[in-house]
């Protein structure tokens, strides 16, 4: 039992590691300027400016989704290497 728990805590810690990876490239980067691009754009309108930050928060759980998705790829194709 113990080895199987090894190898689930190696693989949090290969996917943690890959994770913290994307998070740092262009995605969210991206994400993050275009928000705050929007919300300068709308800054004078308090409805658009709600709507904006809606989406921002929708946007960036999708793209934290998806980073985590591919996190989760790499550390699989690194451990069956």
Do not use: C
Request: glycine letters at 4%.
């Amino acid at each position: 039992m113990a080895g199987r728990s090894n190898r689930v805590w190696e693989f949090v810690v290969t996917w943690a590691k890959w994770y913290k990876g994307h998070v740092s490239r262009w995605l969210l980067t991206i994400v993050a300027i275009g928000l705050n691009m929007a919300a300068a754009y709308f800054i004078d309108d308090p409805a658009k400016s709600a709507v904006v930050v809606r989406w921002s928060a929708r946007v960036t759980l999708a793209a934290a989704i998806w980073v985590s998705f591919l996190a989760q790829y790499d550390a699989w194709k690194e451990q069956r290497e």
